[in-house]
């Protein structure tokens, strides 16, 4: 069987119309990859919503990120939209009467030149545990829903619809049973959809619905149409009438138009209209007629982005603008003040909530995340564990753990570790920033990775930083004759991994440096098409110019320089070329046209230069920003001259990264806009990967090269790492291992590291962001065809058992972690529980039934302070001691507690008239109890009561010699010393009243006729 058929027989499949179709297993589930943030700078937040019956239940929609829940009115977080195909989410609802039902509208509805996109209208009924498809697939941007207020099965949806390219889904659609099933009630054109929707809080059957008309192209912005427009329905959705300027609205053409209406005084309407002047307008009659409130150029600085207006639910003077900040007006909007700076609470606004009934309680939702405030905006809370990180690029260095760099968008460049060895995971503040603005492509300095690195922002400016001292130095070519250089917003940046002082990075040409960045040198002529008519990105905007480079085109924005032959670098462009040259830049070739079925003009955002043949070379291309979501996936084995299409319906939807194993060259894996693919059989089939990753778009990723940890870039959901690949490494060479009933894969090197204290923290509580860390010690994963109890045998070179364990195995994978402790049937008296194993190799078998598996461990020490082992063997024969020294305590402990409890007995069962007897009985129990005390328990208190006993010596000296890193200290042997002292003085003490007032009183017994009972005493 193909190893490339794995999945699609036994992984997860999704079938019929529901999304909750009943799953096939999951060969994988037990191979859960780690949410590891950051989440100090969280992401892009697209809507809020409140359930009003109970504050605490609170909704955030993350741009490409998933719906999270908060049930404690936001201090912790849990995703409930991750088994979903799609994450991009564009509006929420809640039906206030009964906040169960919960309806989410897919893809973010503000357009910028990075957005994700969307799948259709879902719809909960049970707080948003499980989800059904409602329909409108093909909308790819919902932007509003809006609810009945009192009948749950009428529901309005805005569909703002594709941002590059026509659509037929467009427009506002109403259901009036629940979903089932749906009219257009509002139409205009193929470029135009719903802007915004507000029903009027008086009169559910009255509604404004702005439409805009626009377009996005991969070089230019289009905001206002014929489209456009404002429009009101009095009848429920049934006739719409078109507002005009003899209404009041700005002439000419229009473009996008945020709206809000008083709930404290109905009649009062605003829009924040685009136009070829740009105006707030504000309507005291319900909408008929209109007057100019503020028509100052600043007015609507960014309508293709943020439109919204907000009116506080008391006040219909005071009325808020959510744009790069959040501003807010007290007087119908001719003047605003700026309520919260951006190095508070992060800018570029696209939601506030207000509560209805306190307006002095909001959330702000925008680039950065969530806050909240309770007075106002005078004070903001920040929500620090919302991982919505958008991550361009990720880079790994060779650190121990390693560490993972990347560029969020608008959030700037960071690095920070894969993994910590600290006991409350990984926090915000293991993470550092290293660059500003929109963040890109960030690398070590891999010629001095533990001082230097590299971070870019858009349009190519890019940074050489000291991760020392934090200073940055710009070093963005300059053309040496002065002439423009075109970068892209997300321009191609790498490093020659066979010459590390040499870095590249992409305008129209191929920029190189060996002197990290004091200097370039450009080593290619236009690589691009260089087509004008893709080069008026300083005109992009429409009616409101948004001249930002982020249209820029004919640009460089992939590069990828072989680890195999110096000299070879591969070159893909925004404008379909794709490059190469075979000696160092002097010359170069476009290939694209030897790529069949490469549609002219396509992005290129990711060319990989095999690990593993030197002609092999790896192309991924998109053409989402033509509307066409078409998975592209090539590879060449001559260099370019050839090229065979790896695409697959299986890959479902476009793809923006991939990556070779550095193992096994069948291993390929591809970052989608909805989630994680595999490849067993070097592409010729693709399969999902879900376990612990969702469907969130991958726009990087990457396998650690000494580690076999795959590291993926998400856009929305901050950084995911798969630990120890080796089973798929394992899957991709020999397919017959699913056959197995239970084989071993060879598990990574464990290591036994010590684990401190957080960083800055002692107890924590449940709103601080934790990112998941690696297992500590061993990782073993196995394989079984059937599942079943597996019993797990580790063995050192002796054969000996150090650990063993019963463990229920799943049908595929089953994955457990091991601390490195002895334990099971392990001898403690040859493997003391309390430390480690040592260092070294060992083998782990694991048995099903009759089926027998085994691999080699290699054990070892911490690599910030390796062990001798010599030391370590002081160390066991302490512990060994000690053990032994234990032992001889407790079995005088037993003993003595046996004889008082015995001398109990017999003063039980004593005639009245053995007075004799009683009083030596009597004598005898209070000098035990007393020798008890003396030894083990110390006298009997009400409270914490002090003072030594002598089993404390023995007992105290163990764990100072675990927590000891090698050999016992010449302190701890004192302390050995006094504890063989005490344990010989219990053991004589003991013995002398056994053998004195313990035998008298029993030969007294004897003499009168009575036989110790049971022989107690």
């Given amino acids: 069987m193909k190893a490339g058929l794995l999945w699609s027989l036994f992984g997860i499949v999704l079938t019929g119309f529901s999304l909750d179709a009943q799953e096939r297993p999951n060969l994988f589930e037990s191979m859960q990859a780690r949410e590891i943030g950051p989440a100090g700078m969280s992401g892009r937040v697209s809507d809020v919503e409140v359930a009003l019956a109970d504050r605490n239940i609170i909704y955030v929609g993350g741009a490409t990120g998933g719906l999270f829940r908060s049930e404690n009115g936001g201090v912790s977080w849990d995703p409930v939209f991750d088994d979903q195909d799609v994450l991009g989410i564009g509006a929420i609802a809640l039906f206030q009467p009964n906040p169960d039902i919960v309806w989410v509208g897919t893809g973010e509805g503000n357009p910028r030149n990075s957005a994700g996109v969307g799948r259709g209208l879902f719809k909960s009924v049970d707080g948003g545990h499980t989800w059904r498809l409602m329909g409108l697939r093909q909308s790819e941007r919902i932007h509003r829903i809006v609810t009945h207020p009192t009948d749950p099965d009428i529901v309005y949806v805005g569909v703002m619809g594709p941002a590059w390219s026509d659509g037929q889904e467009r427009g506002l659609y109403r259901t009036l049973d629940g979903g089932r099933t749906w009219d257009r009630v509002l139409w205009q054109n193929p470029r135009s959809g719903i802007a915004d929707l507000v029903m009027d809080p008086s009169n559910p059957d009255k509604l404004f619905a702005a439409m805009w008309e626009f377009r996005r192209e991969p070089w230019f912005l289009t905001s206002g149409g014929q489209g456009s427009g404002l429009f009101v329905t009095y009848d429920g959705g049934n006739s719409w009438k078109q507002l005009s300027s003899e209404d009041g609205l700005p002439e000419g053409e229009l473009g996008r138009i945020g709206l809000a209406i008083s709930q404290s005084n109905p009649n009062v309407v605003y829009a924040l209209v685009e136009a070829e002047e740009s105006t707030l307008i504000r309507s005291e009659d319900g909408g008929r007629t209109w007057a100019t409130i503020s028509d100052s150029p600043g007015i609507n600085p960014r309508p293709f982005y943020y439109a919204d207006i907000r009116v506080d639910p008391k006040n219909e003077n005071r009325i808020y603008r959510l744009q790069s900040s959040v501003d807010v007006s007290q007087d119908q909007g001719r003047n605003w003040e700026t309520v919260v700076s951006s190095q508070i609470i992060h800018g570029d606004i696209h939601e506030l909530w207000i509560d209805p009934e306190n307006p002095r309680s909001m959330i702000l939702g925008e680039d950065g995340g969530i806050a909240f405030t309770a007075d106002g905006g005078d004070t903001w809370r920040f929500v620090e564990n919302l991982p919505f990180a958008q991550f361009y690029h990720v880079t790994v260095d060779n650190a121990f753990p390693f560490n993972i760099y990347g560029g969020l968008q608008d959030n700037g460049s960071w690095y920070g570790p894969s993994t910590v060895w600290e006991n409350k995971g990984i926090l915000n503040a293991h993470w550092f920033r290293v660059g500003s603005g929109d963040g890109f492509s960030v690398m070590p300095d891999f010629s001095d990775p533990e001082h230097f690195g590299y971070s870019m922002s858009q349009g190519g400016n890019l940074q050489h930083f000291d991760k020392v001292t934090g200073a940055r130095r710009s070093i963005r070519p300059v053309h040496p004759d002065g002439n423009e250089l075109r970068f892209n917003w997300n321009a191609g940046l790498t490093w020659n991994p066979l010459n590390p002082e040499k870095v590249y990075i992409g305008s129209q040409f191929l920029h190189q440096s060996t002197d990290q960045g004091r200097s370039w040198q450009i080593i290619s002529p236009d690589l691009t098409t260089d087509d004008p008519a893709k080069q ?383 009083g030596e009985g009597e004598s005898l129990r209070d000098s035990l109890r007393t020798l008890n005390q003396r030894l083990f328990t110390g006298p009997e208190c009400q409270g914490s009561c002090g003072g030594d006993v002598t089993a404390s010596a023995v007992s105290e000296p163990t764990g100072r010699i675990a927590g000891e890193a090698g050999a016992p200290s010449e302190n ?46």
């Fill in 972 to 1017: 701890t042997r004192h302390m050995i010393d006094q504890a063989a002292a005490a344990a010989q003085t219990i053991r004589s003490e003991v013995d002398a009243v056994i053998e004195g007032k313990v035998a008298a009183y029993r030969a007294a017994l004897i003499s009168a006729g009575y036989t110790p009972l049971g022989g107690t005493l």
């Fill in 536 to 918: 008026r990105y300083s005109e992009s905007g429409g009616l409101t110019i948004d001249a930002s480079g982020a249209e820029t085109h004919t640009t460089i924005i992939s590069i990828g320089s072989s680890p195999l032959e110096d000299g070879v670098i591969w070159v893909g462009t925004d404008d379909g070329n794709v490059q190469i040259t075979r000696d160092g830049g002097n010359s170069w070739q476009n290939v694209r046209d030897s790529v069949g079925g490469l549609p002219y003009g396509i992005w290129i955002p990711d060319v990989q230069p095999s690990k593993h043949q030197p002609g092999r070379a790896y192309i991924v291309a998109e053409d989402h920003r033509r509307g066409d979501w078409t998975p592209h996936v090539y590879v060449t084995e001559d260099y370019g001259l050839t090229w065979r299409s790896l695409s697959s319906p299986n890959i479902d939807g476009f793809v923006h990264s991939i990556e070779e194993d550095p193992e096994n060259p069948d291993l390929l894996f591809l970052g989608t806009e909805f989630g994680l693919r595999v490849s067993f059989d070097r592409g010729d089939s693709w399969e999902k990967y879900t376990s612990g990753v969702p469907a969130v778009p991958i726009r990087d990723l990457v396998v650690h090269p000494r580690d076999g940890d795959l590291i993926l870039g998400t856009h929305g959901r901050a950084l995911i790492v798969l630990d120890d690949i080796r089973p798929l490494r394992e899957l991709a060479s020999d397919p017959s291992i699913q056959n197995a009933m239970v084989h071993v894969f060879s598990p990574p090197p464990a290591y036994d590291v010590n684990i401190g204290e957080a960083i800055g923290y002692r107890s924590t509580g449940h709103a601080m962001q934790q990112g998941e860390t690696r297992p500590n010690g061993a990782l073993v994963t196995f394989w079984s065809a059937e599942g079943g109890q597996a019993q797990v045998t580790v063995t050192d070179d002796s054969m000996s058992i150090v650990y063993s364990r019963v463990v229920t195995a799943n049908q595929g994978v089953t994955r457990f972690s091991w601390d490195l402790s002895p334990g099971g049937d392990a001898d403690p008296m040859q493997f003391p529980t309390e430390m480690s194993v040592f260092p070294g190799t060992y083998s782990v078998t694991i048995s099903i039934d009759d089926a027998t598996s085994s691999s080699t461990l290699e054990v070892r020490g911490d690599p910030r302070n390796p062990p001798e082992i010599a030391d370590l063997v002081a160390k066991r024969e302490a512990l060994i001691m000690m053990a032994e020294l234990t032992r001889s305590v407790d079995e005088a402990r037993e003993e003595l507690g046996r004889l008082m409890r015995g001398v109990e007995t017999v003063l039980e069962t004593l005639d009245e008239s053995a007075d004799s007897l009683r």
